[in-house]
């Protein structure tokens, strides 16, 4: 009995340490890099003619495509723990995704994770490759450990450089990126787009916006926005159009409108809107698209000292006439530049012709793309001022 | 060694039909349905739902015929006597290789999201150890440990789900039947694969105390399930559309992955969901892991059953480790699902139905002319 007892007894200490040291994914906290924004460069000296003779890189033949930078926080600095750099960056070039991990692995003492990635990073000359775009896209599509909510832009610099510019505020440009995307007040001139939805929107009507991020003057700035398209880059939009074409999609909630009444500026804030955006096919087989647009606003700005009074229906009835004139124009020209110029659907009319027309789409969607250039567009922007404020 | 007295009521019972067919199915429910259907896929889902529930009250008939019966002693009663042991046979072997695809798929997607040093093995040896515990503690713990868990894996799912939908658009699922009806019909077997586990209660209901809340029970089962399925589906599709869908591997995952709870410090929430979501995964092969083992037991007509859990356990792990790929399980789970599963959920239970009417009236002529 005993002898069994101490058999049971050897057995169980034998099996805990083959149980408890089990743990293959184990790394410590304070060993984790958590990388916060990763940039790509297109490798300028790019030697074609080598990749296309190699299936394969070799010791011999390396071939450089990215050049990939990633940067992350000093955690012990936040926690108040040491001093030092507030942030690290590590760049290099490589032939793809991985290897540029690989290589970096290599100069690094941290264990990279990318859990809790904020910002990504193209510059316009690597996004203008189809081939390389679809590849980062893809790798972002697959893993399993990158988030689907970081934010994605693209830069007329070099990525590098975005990531290298000093904020000035002691942090890292990924968790600066992500404060100012995400704050109270969102900024109207800029694209928003999450990764996962540009992916969304790229697979459903084949085009998206893109924030675009800017240096200007050693800081950075978020600006406009890139439109994507066959998953590459075909233009940009500037900061008045990409606030233009948010208001089109009804993204844009807040804006201020300065506009010229009776020779004199005033400033209209609007304060909430609709949009709805209708497509169908007339008799002659041409595609309309009519987009109505209900805005609500306050008159936030009139003139010192002159008679005309703002706090007068029909003085603002005036307004609201101006400004259903010069805005709904403005945002029709807007319209046809993206619709004749970049041949671009960002408005999902097809989406919209695929859902509610689903006859018309069915006799349309071979052509499509030579189809939506030639669709009349009609905006019909209706401001109404509620209010002038406490002043007469 | 009676721990129990074997005997389950019909709320348990509920409990394991739900958590049985509730498991690795619904993850990768919404791209079968985006694929299958495009904008159609919650009609789709509703007409599956419609005629799973017929099989379920079918099914639901032939065991009120022969209450506490098991298949194997149904069979008997119907046909003939070593008819039954096949039938049972059948059954095991069945349940078995769908138990050892659905550790394979288990263990895939533990190691892609959880544990992507651990080996697989590991993985699925610790699972299977951890398995056979409940298995050998018997029906009722199982009935017991399946009314814990359904709300403890379910609840904090749907609940994270919820978070998604203000990005929702449900302007997905237009235009409405657009999708040629013969290919909603033809793509019904390939949704089997979510409702498979159902079969099941022909053995369950052996069990079960109270047989005259069956019926309720099945039907309560049944609707709950599609419920849930509705709510997964209806959100993933209206999150990500129908093209996304349909690249996504398990987009239900995916769709976890995407929320994150405003104004919380707790980024990548995900981890706790598919951490109670593999305790319901868990639960469905514990269940069938103890249907296998049942079945075998009445086979081999051994009083004992708590041997057999140990026996099969090297068996399911050498033969889940089978498939070269996650792509290759898919696909075998999906050939299973259709031509296998479609035999053993529909056609036998249909069939003994069937012949039941048939030999009771021959029975009852024998008896009248003798």
Redesign the interface.
């Known amino acids: 009995m005993d002898r069994k007892r101490i058999c049971i007894f050897i057995l169980i200490i034998a099996f805990i340490p083959l149980i408890s040291s089990g743990c293959w994914d184990k790394v410590e906290i304070d060993e984790r890099a958590f990388i916060t924004a990763i940039g790509y460069d297109k490798y300028e000296e790019d030697d074609r003619s080598n990749e296309e003779r190699l299936e394969k890189e070799t010791q011999e033949n390396p071939i450089n495509r990215y050049i990939r930078t990633a940067t992350y926080p000093n955690v012990a600095l936040i926690a108040g723990k040491q001093e030092g750099e507030p942030f690290f960056i590590y760049s290099t070039t490589s032939i793809s995704w991985a290897e540029g991990r690989r290589q970096v692995a290599l100069r690094d003492n941290k264990n990279y994770d990318t859990n809790h990635l904020k910002a990504m990073i193209f510059s316009e000359e690597l996004a203008k490759d189809e081939t390389l775009f679809r590849e980062i896209f893809d790798t972002f599509q697959r893993s399993a450990f990158l988030n689907r909510k970081l934010h994605f832009f693209v830069t007329p610099n070099k990525a590098q450089d975005i990531l290298m510019t000093d904020t000035g505020k002691n942090m890292d440009v990924g968790l600066y990126i992500e404060e100012l995307m995400e704050k109270e007040i969102r900024p109207t001139r800029a694209a928003r787009g999450d990764m996962g939805n540009i992916i969304i929107d790229l697979n459903e009507s084949n085009g998206a916006l893109a924030p675009r991020i800017v240096k200007s003057k050693d800081r950075l700035k978020i600006s406009g926005a890139g439109i994507l398209k066959d998953n590459t880059i075909v233009g940009v939009l500037g900061e008045l159009e990409t606030r233009n074409a948010l208001i089109l999609k009804g993204e844009n909630k807040v804006v201020d409108y300065t506009i010229k009444v009776d020779g004199k500026f005033l400033v209209v804030n609007q304060t909430d809107l609709q949009t709805e955006m209708k497509a169908y096919e007339d008799k002659e087989g041409k595609i309309h698209v009519n987009f109505t647009i209900n805005a609500e606003g306050d008159i936030i700005q009139h003139y010192f000292e002159t008679p005309e009074k703002a706090f007068d229906a029909k003085y603002i009835d005036r307004v609201n006439k101006k400004m259903n004139e010069v805005i709904s124009k403005e945002l029709e020209d807007l319209f046809e530049k993206i619709q004749k110029d970049f041949e671009v659907d960002i408005f999902k009319v097809g989406e919209h012709l695929r859902k509610f027309q689903p006859d018309t789409w069915e006799k349309i969607k071979e052509d499509w793309d030579e189809i939506y250039p030639k669709a009349k567009v009609k905006v019909d922007f209706q401001m109404n001022v509620r209010r002038v404020g406490i002043e007469r | 060694m009676d721990r129990n007295n074997d005997m389950i009521v019909s709320n348990q019972l509920f409990s394991i039909l739900v958590i049985t067919v509730i498991g690795i199915g619904v993850l990768s429910l919404p791209r079968i349905l985006a694929t299958e259907a495009g904008?159609d896929s919650l009609i789709l889902l509703l007409l599956s739902s419609i005629i799973f529930l017929i099989i379920a009250l079918v099914t639901q008939r032939l065991i009120m015929k022969f209450p506490k019966q098991n298949i194997i002693e149904i069979t008997n009663s119907v046909l003939f006597k070593p008819i039954g042991i096949l039938v049972g046979l059948v059954y095991f072997i069945y349940i078995f290789i769908l138990i050892t695809l659905e550790v394979r798929a288990f263990g895939e997607i533990t190691k892609?999201?959880l544990?992507?040093?651990?080996?697989i093995e590991?993985i699925i040896i610790i699972f299977l150890i951890t398995t056979i515990y409940l298995v050998r503690s018997g029906i009722e713990s199982i009935a017991r440990m399946a009314v814990i868990i359904l709300p403890l894996s379910i609840i904090p799912a749907i609940f994270i789900s919820l978070v998604a939908i203000p990005d929702l658009d449900f302007?997905c699922f237009?235009?409405i039947l657009?999708t040629p009806f013969a290919d909603l019909i033809r793509a019904l077997p390939k949704l089997f694969f979510s409702f498979i586990g159902f079969e099941l209660i022909l053995i369950w209901t052996f069990f079960v105390k109270d047989t005259e809340n069956i019926k309720k029970t099945v039907i309560s089962a049944v609707g709950f399930i599609s419920l849930v399925y509705f709510i997964f589906t209806g959100i993933t599709i209206a999150r990500?559309?129908?093209?996304?869908n349909k690249?996504l591997i398990w987009p239900v995952i995916?769709l976890f992955?995407?929320v994150?709870i405003p104004g919380t410090l707790v980024?990548?929430v995900e981890v706790v969901i598919m951490a109670t979501w593999l305790l319901s995964i868990f639960m469905t092969i514990a269940i069938s892991y103890f249907g296998a083992v049942f079945l075998l037991s009445r086979i081999l007509k051994s009083k004992e059953h708590n041997y057999i859990p140990v026996i099969l356990l090297p068996i399911i792990y050498v033969l889940s480790l089978v498939p070269d790929n996650i792509a290759e399980v898919y696909d075998y789970l999906d050939k299973f699902s259709i031509y296998v599963g479609t035999v053993f959920v529909i056609a036998i239970p249909v069939m003994l139905l069937f012949i039941s009417f048939f030999t009771k009236k021959t029975k009852g002529g024998i008896r009248k002319n003798g």
């Open positions: 904008p892609n999201f544990l992507l040093n651990t080996p590991v302007t237009l235009p657009r990500f559309g129908i093209a996304e690249d995916t992955r995407d994150d980024e990548n």
